[in-house]
């Protein structure tokens, strides 16, 4: 039944909403048809209205007919489950074991880069000071983006566009708008994400909002 359902994301400010720009993205660089709607923020109430459609009061939730599910990486995961066309784990098992891998660690980790530098869609490039936390999650970083773009050659991490690229986007916000990394790779692969029309789209829509939250405003 939920096969013919409509696919519904709903997500917050795309100005800031880092959580829920990485299965947006997915989806509509992955090609699959859904349908948004964006709930702003309401940080002085808690976001207690998110509660009104996410069990665990954050954002994104995913809406599929009868099922409603949260967490991003489980998101993207059912949704390349659903579309298989849309190529959004690589299909070489040990390459989308690798892909998994770096999904799962940017999924769990790196919280002083996360807490410290929010995605910003519409900051003005700025350097900021920064912890040694954060300067060795940068380094991590890195690394891992080097290591993979070395393997498949990119443009992306795994070759063409996957779920772990859309898992790293809000990152290339963060390095770009902190000025938080120059190495040529991070340049090239943040180029070639920066690049694809779904970002811009969701760029645009984010410059277009009304809403400021002050607290993300570093
Ligand atoms: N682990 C969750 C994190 C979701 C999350 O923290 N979302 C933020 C927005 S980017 C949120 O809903 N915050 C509202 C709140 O905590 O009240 C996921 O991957 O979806």
Redesign the pocket.
Known sequence: MNESADLHLII?NKN?????FRPWLAMAAGGVEFRETVVP?DEPN??QH?LEFSPS????VLQHGDLTL????AIMEYVADLNPQAGLWPEDVVERGKARAVSHEM?GGFSALRAECPMNMRRKIGAIAVSDAVRADVARIETVWAECLEASGGPFLFGQFSNADAMYAPVVNRFEVYALSSAPHVEAYSKATKALPAWQKWEEASRAEPWVVEEEEV
């Open positions: 917050a800031y909403s880092s959580w829920s923020f808690h976001n998110f009061k954050k954002v994104p949260w967490e991003s990486l999924h």
